[in-house]
C-alpha cells in the first residue's frame, strides 16, 4: 500500500487507482537473482520496481484476472 499512498501523495486520485499487486518472481518481468554461474545478477535490482498499467491494457486485465 505504500506505492498507492505515495501517489496519492503526489496528487493521483485514490478512485482512479484500480489495484496494487505484489507480483513476487512470478511475472514476466522479474529477472533472475543468479546468473547461469550462480553469481549475483547485477540487474537483480530492478526487481524492486513499479510498473504501472493502464487498467484497461492487456496486461492488467490478466493479472486483475478479468
Excluded: F, T
Excluded at 9 to 34: F, M, R
Excluded at 49 to 60: F, M, N, P, Q, T
Amino acid at each position: 500500500m505504500a506505492v498507492k499512498e505515495l501517489l496519492c501523495d503526489l496528487g493521483v486520485p485514490s478512485d482512479q487507482i484500480v489495484a496494487v499487486l505484489g507480483l513476487g518472481y512470478e511475472n514476466k518481468w522479474h529477472l533472475p537473482d543468479v546468473d547461469a554461474d550462480g553469481g549475483l545478477n547485477e540487474n537483480a535490482p530492478k526487481n524492486r520496481s513499479v510498473i504501472i498499467l493502464d487498467a484497461g491494457s492487456k496486461d492488467a486485465l490478466q493479472l486483475l484476472g478479468s
